[in-house]
């Protein structure tokens, strides 16, 4: 059992900066991979890969859409993934949830839509709360 508890989010002017926390306790050996998606609102509830880190070697993913401005990292002593992100724009509005899971293919498990790489939801077993993260005006 592995046990996801996120922390920050918020209100934040359009080009403000946030950061999220995602702890992960209990058998966190369990989990070499963790991912931050969102899920927008007035929408149907589908999740948006945004980012994703594999915490045995520090590689990550980044959706097109917050590249250069979203930093995905880990504190190993801590047990914790952070995400900051910078430049926050209205479109970023919505829940945050970060997931955990064991990817036994070496690395992030990424699908392809029309060649761009993507972080499904679906490959991802443990969850956090969510956290709300407005970005307006």
């Known amino acids: 059992q592995v046990r996801l508890a996120q922390s920050g989010g918020g209100t934040v002017q359009p080009g403000g900066s946030l950061t999220l926390s995602c702890s992960l306790s209990?058998?966190?050996?369990?989990?070499?991979?963790v991912g931050w998606f969102r899920q927008g609102e007035g929408k149907e509830l589908k999740r948006e890969g945004v980012a994703g880190i594999y915490l045995l070697d520090d590689s990550t993913w980044y959706a097109d859409s917050v590249k250069g401005r979203f930093t995905i990292s880990q504190d190993n002593a801590k047990n914790t993934v952070y995400l900051r992100m910078n430049t926050l724009k209205p479109d970023d509005t919505g829940v945050y949830v970060c997931a955990a899971h064991f990817f036994t293919s070496g690395g992030l498990s990424l699908d392809y839509v029309m060649g761009t790489p993507i972080l499904l939801p679906d490959h991802f077993g443990w969850w956090g709360q969510g956290t709300q993260v407005t970005v307006s005006s």
């Open positions: 209990g058998k966190t050996s369990s989990v070499n991979s």
